[in-house]
């Protein structure tokens, strides 16, 4: 039955898409953690990569009608040519689908087919690389918000292959924002509060308390995202947001990084490399390092992202990257009862999930994961996930510190009297350095 369900649900309304997602997602940690987000349903789809078309590292969102482009990538491991198709789904602030029909959200064709692929080059994984670029001439949206894309393959739409967030906003507020430490106790040196405020002269809100919501992320990242925050005051067309509580994140620290552009030199984090019997490429890392009790240290890194990249190949590098098994260890004395531990970034999708998860290894006392990834330069951390609270603790290991570098995202979303959807009216991109 579920095939036909969710045909029916992409071919009548995106309503219940969500539930049929949900339903087939079950490699969540807990019940807690969002499901309708980026997900990949396919094991041989591998380095998907979405952002704003300009920047490799922007996040995927773009202005309306401003002729900003989205770029969607990603490999194919079974290294064959298939038909890959993208649709869209609109979604309120809170990610669940909104009451939109298709063609009230789309105009022109409601889907688009992947025309652009490359066979890998000189790579012992063999692999097909697809990319497109979206909006178009032939597929543009009409209205702001928040957007799911999901890609089917073989013109089969119960067939899904993956699904990546993307925001599209249409600025008719302003956005101000000051930095600044928490107030009193131990947080003051370990979380970034922000203050903001959201002007509207000009643009009519009937009802700012219950009409708007708010949504701050930080490092383009979902799994840790404050939504939702009220306003502190009113007055002159003017909202002033500066509660702690409402707006306070955990600094952390720089991300960990490793460098396997290369399986010819070692670099500062490969301890090992080698080729397997079965012709696979393998790259141990030395331990992690503890790093709560050590002072913070400064250095620029891409927040949790990843550069992809050859340095044994002047070619193109999205077809003469080759994959590599990639092994961590943490060395820990005691196996923790509590929760469990997870390889998180980009390079995992923001997930805790199977592939993620680090298991414990009693001879060698220690956390040890092994990821299959394609030559680059990562950004990641490690978090504890604990059975009592949701999401991951950073802190356990790296622990926090307010000075961190963190790019932070303030999204203003508008619910208009008598419509039936959330528009995103504002949106402004801040960092914790950059004042």
């Not at 708010?214 to 383009?220: A, F, G, P, S």
């Not at 003017?238 to 955990?250: C, G, H, K, N, V």
Request: glycine share 4%; charged share 25%.
């Amino acid at each position: 039955m579920k095939p036909l369900l969710v045909i029916l649900i992409l071919i009548t309304s995106s309503a219940f898409f969500s539930q049929t997602v949900a339903v087939a997602d079950d490699d969540y940690v807990n019940d807690n953690v969002l499901r309708y987000d980026d997900y990949i349903y396919k094991p041989s789809i591998k380095t998907v990569q979405i952002h704003e078309s300009s920047w490799d590292y922007a996040a995927p969102i773009i202005n309306l009608n401003s002729g900003e482009q989205i770029e969607l990538s990603f490999d194919d491991l079974d290294s064959d040519q298939k038909r890959y198709t993208v649709t869209f789904v609109h979604c309120n602030a809170d990610w669940t689908p909104s009451d939109l029909m298709v063609s009230e959200y789309l105009s022109g064709y409601f889907d688009l087919n992947f025309i652009n692929f490359s066979y890998s080059m000189n790579t012992l994984q063999k692999y097909t690389h697809y990319s497109l670029l979206f909006p178009t001439q032939s597929l543009t949206f009409t209205k702001s918000g928040n957007y799911v894309a999901y890609v089917y393959v073989n013109n089969k739409k119960e067939d899904l292959v993956l699904s990546r967030r993307i925001l599209v906003y249409d600025n008719k507020v302003s956005v101000a924002h000051t930095f600044r430490q928490t107030s009193g106790d131990d947080d003051q040196f370990a979380k970034q509060h922000i203050d903001f405020s959201i002007g509207y002269a000009g643009y009519d809100i009937t009802n700012p308390f219950n009409d708007l919501k708010v949504t701050i992320t930080q490092n383009n990242r979902w799994d840790n995202a404050v939504t939702n925050i009220k306003p502190t005051f009113l007055g002159n067309n003017q909202l002033t947001y500066s509660l702690d509580d409402a707006s306070t994140f955990t600094g952390g620290k720089e991300f960990r990084y490793f460098d396997i552009r290369s399986m010819k030199f070692f670099t500062e984090k490969v301890k090992e490399i080698y080729r397997d019997e079965n012709l696979k490429n393998h790259i141990v890392l030395y331990p992690e390092e503890i790093r709560s009790t050590k002072p913070y240290l400064y250095y620029p890194d891409f927040n949790g992202s990843f550069l992809i990249k050859n340095r044994d190949s002047n070619g193109n590098q999205d077809i003469e990257a080759d994959y590599i098994y990639v092994d961590f260890f943490l060395p820990y004395s005691t196996p923790e009862t509590g929760g469990n531990f997870y390889v998180l970034g980009k390079l995992t999708d923001w997930r805790m999930n199977k592939k993620s998860k680090m298991t414990y290894n009693y001879k060698r006392f220690g956390y040890e994961a092994q990821l299959y990834l394609k030559q680059g330069y990562y950004n990641y951390e490690i978090v504890l996930s604990s059975d009592t609270k949701k999401g991951g603790d950073e802190t356990v290991l790296d622990g926090s510190h307010w000075e961190t570098e963190n790019d932070y995202n303030i999204l203003v979303y508008h619910r208009k009297l008598g419509t039936y959807y959330d528009q995103l009216i504002g949106y402004k991109k801040i960092n914790s350095l950059r004042k």
